[in-house]
Nanobody, 116 residues
Framework: QVQPVESGGGLVQAGGSLRLSCTAS????????IDWFRQAPGKEREFVAS????????SYADSVRGRFTISRDNYKNMVHLQLNNLKPEDTAVYFC?????????WGQGTQVTVSS
């Protein structure tokens, strides 16, 4: 079963940065729209950012715009999410979702914890 794999999460102090990555064998990421979502404890999963296929059109949730940046590396078949100026309220499990003609594929998530 094809499943994206997220990496790059960790523990960071407020104001710090992390770079999340998403990739999947068996999927050509350049053919897929890629979304990032996050889910904090006790809260619903929420949209964070997306990048279109095959172009570079990106969109962001208001809560992260100006701090997070989504980008593609089609050569490495990866999508990155750069998280800057992190806040404690950014603490969540971050999920990658690939959307294309073959369907939707969710990853298992990577934990981001921001300490105050």
């Amino acid at each position: 079963q094809v499943q994206p794999v997220e990496s790059g999460g960790g523990l960071v102090q407020a104001g710090g940065s992390l770079r999340l990555s998403c990739t999947a064998s068996g999927l050509i990421f350049s053919s897929y729209n890629i979304d990032w979502f996050r889910q904090a404890p006790g809260k619903e999963r929420e949209f964070v950012a997306s990048v279109s296929s095959p172009g570079m059109s990106a969109s962001y949730a208001d809560s992260v715009r100006g701090r997070f940046t989504i980008s593609r590396d089609n050569y490495k078949n990866m999508v990155h999410l750069q998280l800057n100026n992190l806040k404690p309220e950014d603490t969540a499990v971050y999920f990658c979702k690939a959307i294309g003609v073959a369907g939707e594929f969710w990853g298992q998530g990577t934990q981001v914890t921001v300490s105050s």
